[in-house]
């Protein structure tokens, strides 16, 4: 058996800079001994990704699935309360709602941008004018139609929460995704585009950003009083993260311009290679956005089934994956309410693939993924 001797190929693999910023902040944060709580790295993080970004406040906490919990207790969800929420995405989106107790009513997707229907969005108002929030999805880096949404959010007074998790360093008409809505979420979760390990941050782009971020801070940190003797007037988290982690953080801040070129230099190879093969469509782009490209995903219609695609490139130890299953279809989402739009998420999610969109990828590997495929269509 020599097979071994091949190298596996990650869908998506942490990359650290190749210049060693993230050990330089870690270090730093040993020698001052400033390893918890919080410190510069969590300060100087913070500060940094917003002024990227064009948020006007970040807070760094442990997951993006703690922005998300966050960003609905910041907007006032509580007991009760529906929240529209894009069907077509990781359960990280949703899970939140039901921390409130409130109700998530999912919403379809549209085939322009594989995010939230604006369509059916408008009909979930007429269902619901109650809603208290919707959470949009930019899925694998591709931007929803953020004009439109904003539009209905607007005219319904109803706060926006962008899952950027998946799209940092994606731009809709120049402007990052994730500081559209009243809040937005990333994610350094290790298959992000960049990570720390795991890691998440609440961006605060309302009139209120530093008041409200000030608010998330005493949340994730256990709502502790001003008094010295651990005083609670309400419920708190355990949510901030580390000064080590935020460390990571600031290293990898330095390359996501590197990592989006890369991701999209990815793209670009597919498209060139397997772009025109026959029943094989890759995830769309517009004119509008200028995707990260977190993975890059397609949809077949022809002979070649999704499973086909999967099976054939482990074989070849390559990692592929399908598409997420829609939340409406989850059993643990079964109760609630789902506003459809022609069955689009259903249909990605059943025709769709997600390629290796591994940075660490050379262009070695790129090709042995793309000969795997043509094998297919041969
Ligand atoms: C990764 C991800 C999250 C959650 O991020 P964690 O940091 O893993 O909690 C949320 N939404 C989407 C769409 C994601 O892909």
Known sequence: MIGKLKKHIYLASPH???????????????????????????????????QKLGAKAGVALTTGTAAIHLALKTVGVGKGDIVFCQSLTFSA????????????????????????????????????????????????????????????????CIPLIEDAAESLGTTYKGRYTGTFGHLGIISFNGNKIITTSGGGMLLLNGDNAEAEAKKARFWATQSRDPARHYQHSEIGYNYRMSNIVAGIGRGQLKVLDDRVEKKRYIYNYYQEHIGDLDGLHLMPMHEWVRSNCWLTALTLSGKITPEMLINAL?????????????????????????????????????????????????????????????????
């Open 93 to 156: 989106s949703a899970n939140p709602i039901t921390y409130q107790n409130a109700t998530p009513v999912f919403i379809d997707s549209d085939e322009e941008t594989w995010n939230m229907s604006p369509d059916a969005l408008e009909r979930a108002f007429e269902k619901y004018p109650n809603a208290k929030a919707v959470i949009v999805v930019h899925l694998y880096g591709m931007a929803a139609d953020l004009d439109k949404i904003l539009e209905i959010c607007n005219r319904h």
């Open 314 to 378: 482990e074989e070849d130890d390559v990692e592929s994956r399908p598409i997420w299953k829609p939340m409406h279809l989850q059993p643990a989402f079964a109760e609630y309410d789902y506003i459809d739009n022609g069955g689009v998420a259903q249909n990605i999610f059943e025709n769709g693939v997600c390629l290796p969109s591994d940075t660490n990828m050379t262009d070695g590997d790129l090709e042995r993924v793309c000969a795997g495929i043509l094998r297919l269509w041969a």
């Open 16 to 50: 650290m800079s190749e210049q060693g910023y993230e050990q330089e902040y870690i270090n730093e944060a040993f020698e001052t001994n400033w390893i918890a709580p919080l410190g510069k790295n969590v300060d100087e993080f913070e500060k940094g990704m917003a």
